[in-house]
């Protein structure tokens, strides 16, 4: 069993589309995050929800907007794509630290994104 | 503040050598210390953690040595493999916290 998927894999869009990530945990965690990994393997956190609600929202264009349905999902829609969108995109999932444990993250496989 | 360097950004090591990746970082507030390994095409993934009251975690032939007064961590992989060709990422955290600070990566590469 998956303990952390993203569909899809890969995405290839032109500029100026609007596309969606989905991501769920089958993990009973708390906490989710979305990573964005650039093409010299920078990982930087955007966002993080625990039990649907913002945690974390780092400085990332509002053309971002992560959206939690249930603490199971959380998915990623991007608006008006641009160039420099192009990267690998990584959902994580954790039990928080709110829970007082450490900050065990489980990464998906991420959803390489490319926009031309 | 809120940085952790790593080095080197790349590594090259002979089967059965020792591979060596250096972090450090500034906020002496940090108290969480997790590696990540990274293989091509994959996520992340959790190899092993330390907290700064203890200088030393070792799980199989990989250990975490802690520096807490020079503010560095460092990650050995003891006899090295080919399977151990990955990218490594040190990362630091506040315990109560949820955001994970990643170090910029190095990429072993252990030939037979």
């Known amino acids: 069993d998956t303990a952390v998927s993203q569909t899809p894999k890969y995405l290839v869009t032109q500029m100026g589309n609007d596309k969606s990530i989905k991501c769920e945990q089958n993990?009973?965690?708390?906490?989710m995050y979305w990573y964005k990994q650039d093409s010299k393997k920078f990982l930087k956190i955007m966002f993080s929800?625990?039990?649907?609600?913002?945690?974390i929202n780092e400085t990332v264009p509002n053309r971002f907007s992560p959206k939690s349905p249930d603490k199971a999902h959380l998915n990623l829609h991007i608006n008006s794509l641009e160039l420099g969108d192009s990267a690998v995109y990584f959902c994580?999932?954790?039990?928080?630290?709110?829970?007082?444990?450490?900050?065990?993250?489980?990464f998906g496989p991420g959803t390489r994104l490319t926009v031309t | 503040q809120q940085q952790v360097k790593q080095s080197p950004q790349s590594l090259i090591v002979q089967k059965g050598g020792i591979s060596i990746i250096n972090c450090a970082y500034e906020?002496?507030?940090?108290?969480?210390f997790p590696w990540y390994q990274q293989f091509p095409g994959k996520g992340p993934a959790l190899l092993i953690a330390?907290?700064?009251?203890?200088s030393e975690k070792k799980e199989g032939r990989f250990t975490i040595s802690f520096n807490k007064s020079a503010k560095q961590f460092s990650l050995h992989i003891m006899d090295s493999q080919p399977g151990d060709s990955a990218t490594y990422f040190c990362?630091?955290?506040?315990?109560?916290?949820?955001?994970?600070?990643f170090g910029t990566g190095t990429r072993l590469q252990v030939f037979p």
């Open positions: 994580a999932s954790s039990q928080g630290s709110l829970a007082g444990r450490p900050n065990e993250q489980y």
């Open positions: 993990l009973g965690h708390d906490t």
């Open positions: 929800y625990n039990n649907k609600e913002l945690i």
């Open positions: 906020n002496t507030a940090f108290d969480y």
């Open positions: 330390i907290r700064p009251d203890v």
């Open positions: 990362a630091a955290s506040f315990y109560n916290t949820d955001k994970l600070i």
